[in-house]
């Protein structure tokens, strides 16, 4: 299985000031295709999750553009430029590139 | 727009089974692929298991290989987890998700989720 490691898995963040997401899988993500299966999630308290960011970099739909993903192969980052209110709960990465799907940990963001 | 909501979930007996369901609208249910997720009372995500849009394939998480069976009707919008021989370690809050419209679009969509207590 692939594993994913995310950091920090707390993170206080003023409003207003940026952040950012790590995450790791010990096997490449990079299909033949050329694309990179990582995906970023927002659970935001008492709430199911939500698609942030699918292929490493793509926006899902109604994202704010506050948010972006990079990173190729094995590293991988999700930043916020500036976070809102709005932005807290738990981010979590996962890999959709190999069954079984794996899940980083999760990064439970607070706002200071 | 598109709607999951899932049902079935409540308490069970260790060794029992449920099934849960999930039931889809707004969307063409057919054409996509479908999953489950499932997340512990305070902890992360766990990927359940995955089927095709025409439920020719299905996958399983090893942790529940050979007691859940992931399968849809899609003549009638629903998608299905049978469980069964439940165990403590499968408490949990299980979600449906939609595949978006190919491989590697994300899970776009997620129903409420249904809350399974195994318990006795």
């Known amino acids: 299985d692939i594993l994913m490691t995310q950091s920090p898995l707390f993170l206080p963040v003023t409003p207003g000031e940026p952040a950012s997401i790590s995450c790791r899988s010990n096997q490449s993500l990079l299909h033949k295709n050329g694309y990179d299966y990582l995906e970023w999630y927002l659970q935001k308290p008492g709430q199911s999750p939500q698609l942030l960011i699918y292929l490493s970099s793509s926006r899902a739909s109604g994202v704010p553009d506050r948010f972006s993903g990079s990173g190729s192969g094995t590293d991988f980052t999700l930043k916020i430029s500036r976070v809102e209110a709005e932005d807290v709960g738990v981010y979590y990465c996962?890999?959709?590139?190999?069954?079984?799907?794996?899940f980083g940990r999760g990064t439970k963001l607070e706002i200071k | 727009q598109v709607q999951l909501v899932e049902s079935g979930g409540g308490v069970v007996q260790p060794g029992g089974s449920l099934r849960l369901s999930c039931e889809a609208s707004?969307?063409?249910?057919?054409?996509?692929?479908m999953h489950w997720v499932r997340q512990a009372p305070g902890k992360g995500l766990e990927w359940v298991a995955f089927i095709r849009y025409e439920g020719s394939q299905q996958y399983h998480a090893d942790s529940v290989k050979g007691r859940f069976t992931i399968s849809r009707d899609n003549s009638k919008n629903v998608l299905y987890l049978q469980m069964n021989s439940l165990t403590s370690d499968d408490t949990a809050i299980y979600y449906c998700a939609k595949l978006g419209r190919s491989f590697g679009s994300g899970l776009d969509s997620w129903g409420q989720g249904a809350l399974v207590t195994v318990s006795s």
């Open positions: 707004g969307f063409s249910f057919s054409s996509h692929d």
């Open positions: 996962m890999q959709p590139l190999q069954i079984p799907y794996t």
